[in-house]
């Protein structure tokens, strides 16, 4: 299927042209019939001589609706410019050119209606030159009339041959479907309709929507009036959504893949059209089938930042266009640069983004948003339209889906073995840098980030990154210790005693350093060992007679109760051991 919009001045004869081509009514309000004009969008459908279907999304030509003809066209890639040949160009004419321009519609056919009533050779250049100066170049012309149905089968195989030239449409790329239409069907709840340009639609699919807080699923598809079980680009589908109430969703909404989109009401965008200074300062944006109001703030000559009335989900490279509604004027196309910019707050902030914006084209640049955000999950990159693989491009994280910037990875390095050396002298006593504190020293959104920052010899041990093993340990406590173990390793059970460390230097400040940095271990106050003696313990233990009493253990280990007790309680906590009723324990295998 491909789908075509029509465009045209009022009264042209683009309603009566696709009534004529499909035998089906565009206008389907009584109030379109009675006044004989349409208002609102009209969908008919066909089958081309090739035996290929064509469905038209049929736009009103009254300058008053201008609005619902962009929310027809904005999704659709080709278009029928119809001109009548008795009236010739006229103001809607080149309205609507602006738009299909805007909007860098590339696809399209000339029809010259009411070819009875007047020569359409005239028109017919006029037309053909507006048409040549915009993104749709020189397109074929027919001369047709819906009266008298001449010219339709030349039309026809001119559209063939349109829907061949077209480009094969993406079905792998996740779902925008921009809604047009939505309204209740009894028994069967709220419908949506659009034009699918891109990815695959299924029932049982869910989707997100944007301020909807719970995902919506496809309980039916309809595709040209018939139930399908799937519908791929390019398609005019109608969507029954399941449990969804019909006034939570309406033209300008949009149905998603979940998770691949990013909504923003802060874009940076470049112009094709008026000049950035010569912008009101509110003007309308309007893309896919949404129109959102959008205040101006002009950054470099052809760069403009727009602050949206409400989140649209947009990727970068998008294309959009800006209307003044008061003035019936386009102001021209905007190419979306980025979705998610950073803010402007300093003096000189705005010409230093202008001079960012001028770089960018709007085509995904994986390494210049790396440049440019430093860091940024990967996630956050493809709902902007950014994947970590892009073509030969590719990013790999430096820690969970996070994506860094080599260069600012490499400073962050550097950054983080000098925060650690500073703190360590300013705190000698501490066994290394908290990771959190180096998460703040460094700015960074998350500690993982630190963690993977940590290169030998430094080293992460209990929450804080130093140095490895005892060179964590200041000089005077590192010899402390030395001695304790030169001292005490046969007798790996016997507590140095109070005065004896207060000689070896050890107070309660360093016996603490050295118990974070794993080089001594603390039974109670003034009462440590060397942390292997733990295991030994628990050997010489389980060789004893099961259960066993605190005496007998005393003995085997050739210690006292000054340092048994507590010993015996750290086994019971670390569960090496097991307290029975009568106060003798167990070694727990
Ligand atoms: N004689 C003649 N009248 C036409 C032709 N096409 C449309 N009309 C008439 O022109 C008027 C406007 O046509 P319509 O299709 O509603 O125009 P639209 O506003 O562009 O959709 C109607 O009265 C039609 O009957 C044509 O090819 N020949
Ligand atoms: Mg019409």
Known sequence: MFVVATAGHVDHGKSTLVRALTGMEPDRWAEERRRGMTIDLGFAWTTLPSGGTVAFVDVPGHERFVPNMLAGVGPVPAALIVVAADEGWMPQSAEHLAALDALGVAYGLLAVTRADLADPGPATAHARAEIAATSLGAVPAVAVSGLTGAGLPELRAALDRLAAQLPTPVVDRPVRLWVDRSFTVRGSGTVVTGTLGAGRLRVGDELELAGADEPVRVRGLHSLGEARAEAAAVARVAVNLRGTPRDRLG???????????????????????????????????????????????????????????????????????????????????????????????????????????????????????????????????????????????????????????????????????????????????????????????????????????????????????GAAGADALPEPVARAVQRVRAEYGDRPFRAPEADRLVDLGLGPREIGAAVRAGALLRLADNVVLLPDALDDAVRVLAGLPQPFTLSAARQALDTTRRVAVPLLELLDRRGATRRLPDDARIVVT
């Open 251 to 465: 033209r300008g909404d949009a149905l998603l893949t979940p998770g691949r989109f990013h909504h923003t009401d802060l874009v940076d965008v470049r112009l094709a059209g008026d000049p950035a200074a010569d912008l009101p300062a509110t003007l309308t944006l309007h893309v896919g089938s949404a129109a959102v109001p959008v205040r101006v703030r002009p950054l470099g000559p052809d760069t403009v930042r727009l602050r949206l009335a409400r989140p649209l989900p947009l990727l970068v490279g998008d294309r959009a266009l800006l209307r003044d509604p008061g003035r019936h004027h386009v102001s021209g196309g905007v190419r979306v640069l980025d979705v998610a910019p950073p803010p402007l707050g300093r003096r000189g902030a705005a010409a230093a983004r202008a001079q960012v914006l001028a770089e960018l084209d709007g085509r995904p640049d994986l390494a210049g948003e790396l440049r440019r955000r430093r860091l940024v999950r990967s996630g956050a990159l493809l709902r902007m339209g950014v994947p970590a693989q892009n073509g030969p491009a590719y990013a790999e994280p430096v820690a969970g889906d996070w994506l860094a910037d080599p260069a600012h990875w490499r400073r962050l390095g550097e950054q983080l073995t000098e925060e650690v050396a500073r703190h360590a002298r300013e705190h000698p006593l501490e066994p290394g840098m908290p990771v959190d504190a180096l998460r703040q020293r460094l700015a960074l959104p998350d500690r993982v980030l630190v963690e993977a920052l940590v290169r030998p010899p430094l080293r992460i041990h209990a929450g804080r990154v």
